[in-house]
């Protein structure tokens, strides 16, 4: 789509002020990426790109409340630019669900702007795909951004997610797959391929590995950090029936507290028979009864513990 004249002024005016706070920008000096647009405004006050910068930059700096009133008010001066629209969409959704008819609009407005804008399509699948629940139309907008440009790993990333939550998991693979293989240092890829290969394929050495890629990429993600530390987990021997366990639990639901109750009545059923009516079954009752004591109290044990080594350093 053509950029209007107001946005090509505008960006004229601002001179190389504009490529050093993109550049701030690039090398995540947000403060100074706003500070520089700032110092425009004070002699263009109707500058919209100023405005549009700054917008992204606390979107960046996840300062949802300023990003909104720099977009709108780019918006205010200048409607026409599509990629406004698009930022000021996924903004609004996420500060809230009072906000996502509002994001809906704002992201389709963007769209009926440039019907070709990869990013676009690509912000209103994740959009559809994070909020409405709706995979259907989110693979359909994620297709269509990857038409236009196949090489970008975030539409292979979303993409893998919506296969993922459709339950597709070998699709999902291949995504995640074809991401790292055009980026093959990213964190939030490796974290995600990590993520499927432990809960969905249950291959939790090879989760690790990607799990310890993304948290030395991001060392202070707290979800690289939990994902990294429950995989190193499972690596361990005497971890193991405890992870298994928790993947029962969660896959039985609400039949697993039907289960573990039945047993409970009928180690605390023989028992009362052993000791008024059976002496014979003493023994049984007895071994039934201090295993049900050992096996809680690992499971309600295990996973403190673990956690203990892990901060102290005694897992390696």
């Known amino acids: 789509m ?18 050093r706070a993109n550049y701030a920008i690039q090398v995540r000096r947000y403060d100074l990426a706003i500070e520089i647009m700032q110092r425009v405004l004070s002699s263009q006050p109707e500058n919209s790109v100023a405005f549009f910068v700054i917008g992204r930059a606390y979107t960046l700096k996840k300062d949802r409340i300023r990003a909104e009133e720099a977009l709108r008010e780019s918006l205010r001066l200048d409607a026409s630019a599509y990629y406004v629209h698009m930022l000021y969409g996924s903004v609004l959704s996420e500060m809230g669900s009072e906000h996502h008819a509002r994001a809906e609009e704002e992201l ?16 209103y699948a994740g959009f559809l795909f994070n909020h409405k629940k709706d995979t259907a139309q989110a693979k359909v ?3 269509e951004a990857l038409k236009h440009k196949p090489s970008d790993v975030s539409y292979h990333w979303l993409l893998g997610h919506i296969f993922q939550k459709e339950g597709s998991i070998e699709q999902a693979e291949q995504q995640f797959l074809h991401a790292l293989s055009l980026d093959p240092e990213n964190a939030v890829i490796h974290n995600s391929y990590g993520a499927l290969l432990f809960n969905q394929k249950q291959r939790p050495k090879e989760a690790f590995e990607h799990f310890k890629i993304a948290i030395l990429q991001a060392p202070d993600s707290p979800e690289y950090r939990r994902n990294f530390l429950l995989a190193l987990k499972t690596k361990q021997k005497f971890y193991w029936l405890y992870w298994h366990h928790a993947l029962l639990r969660k896959k039985l639901g609400r039949f697993y507290l039907l289960i573990r109750l039945t047993l409970l009545i009928t180690v605390y059923v023989c028992w009362v028979m052993s000791h008024n009516f059976i002496p014979a079954l003493l023994p049984v009752a007895n071994v039934l009864f201090w295993s049900m004591i050992l096996v809680s109290a690992y499971f309600f044990l295990a996973n403190p513990l673990f956690n203990l080594f892990f901060k102290r350093g005694w897992l390696k």
């Open 141 to 143: 907008h994620c297709y």
């Open 108 to 123: 389709l407005t963007a769209l009926s702007l440039d019907p070709s804008s990869p990013n676009a399509h690509h912000a």
């Open 2 to 19: 053509p950029v209007s004249q107001k946005v090509l002024r505008d960006t004229r005016a601002m001179g190389d002020d504009h490529k």
